[in-house]
């Protein structure tokens, strides 16, 4: 945001900025307000230590609380749209693959499989796009960087270095099942409710909404820093220590559909939910080169007519 800014003032020097923040209201706003106004110390990936846009005159911050599937600002009033991969999260869960798979998402499925997904994704992202298209001035933009599933049949955490993470996923999740301590029904409970678009269905989706169009649409594979870290021979840190700093950004996200998938009138749920943690953790440890979470995204550039 800071580099969007100094870029708008090369242009018009001091021109004021509003950055208007979205997510839903259950969001941790606090911290989001302390990282925007530099209360904290804000670092990249790799410890480098971020600015923060309040560092500069004439930006002010607002925050919204509606979710992204909805209009979220005035029409016509957003210069430049930003989306950093959410997009997949889809609206209503359709389930598909809980208690009939061992797979836990509709990217590891074969065409034909986890249809009900593929549908909900599609209504979805027509509503997105509409309501993105809607609050866009003329000549606007909107930037997105959305999971995908790319060319070569790459996704979130299963690129062409290294083991799958949802493979890790199975084995650690299994693993439960093999010690007892979940039954065949929660063995399949799992079914994420989200789907990762091509670049043909996000393309598709944005074209058929009246008054966008798409400017640029690319794929990119973004390796996995903690892999990176490790495999750089620079980490100071045990293999151990290393799988306890890794697991918890695979963590942050998922947490909630695997205890989701335990039956509603278990006490033990967080018992048995870190015990699968502590199992793909394990699995790390063992062979930390081949661990990571490479992301896979699709870079859209769309425009309002």
């Not at 003032?9 to 900025?17: M, S």
């Not at 074969?110 to 866009?136: F, H, N, Y």
């Not at 043909?200 to 058929?208: H, L, T, V």
Request: aromatic letters at 10%; hydrophobic letters at 35%; a negative charge.
């Amino acid at each position: 945001m800071s580099q969007i800014i100094d870029k708008v003032r090369e242009r018009e020097a001091g021109k004021e900025v509003s950055i208007m923040y979205e997510d839903q209201l259950n969001n941790e706003w606090k911290s989001v307000f302390n990282h925007a106004f530099g209360n904290i110390s804000v670092t990249d990936a790799y410890g480098n230590a971020l600015s923060h846009p309040t560092s500069k005159p004439g930006v002010f911050i607002q925050a919204c609380g509606l979710g992204f599937h909805d209009q979220c600002y005035p029409t016509g009033s957003v210069d430049l749209g930003l989306s950093f991969t959410c997009m997949h999260w889809l609206s209503t869960a359709p389930s598909s693959l809980a208690g009939i798979s061992e797979l836990h998402h509709a990217a590891q499925c074969k065409a034909g499989e986890a249809v009900a997904e593929q549908a909900q994704a599609a209504k979805d992202w027509t509503r997105i796009m509409t309501a993105r298209a809607a609050e866009l001035k003329q000549g606007g933009s909107f930037v997105a960087a959305n999971f995908c599933v790319s060319s070569e049949g790459y996704f979130l955490g299963a690129t062409d270095v290294g083991v799958s993470m949802w493979d890790s996923f199975n084995k650690s999740w299994n693993r439960l099942h093999a010690e007892g301590l979940i039954d065949e029904a929660e063995l399949k409970g799992i079914s994420f409710p989200s789907y990762y678009r091509s670049k043909q269905e996000m393309c598709d989706g944005i074209e058929a909404v009246p008054g966008i169009k798409v400017i640029e649409c690319i794929e990119r594979v973004v390796r996995c820093p903690y892999r990176e870290t490790w495999t750089s021979g620079k980490s100071t840190k045990t293999a151990r220590e290393h799988a306890e700093w890794f697991v918890p950004t695979t963590k942050t996200w998922s947490n909630s559909t695997f205890k989701a998938a335990l039956k509603a009138d278990r006490a033990d749920k967080d018992e048995i939910v870190a015990k699968f943690w502590n199992n793909y953790v394990d699995l790390v440890e063992a062979n930390p080169d081949a661990h990571g979470m490479d992301y896979v995204h699709c870079y859209l550039v769309v425009e309002k007519e």
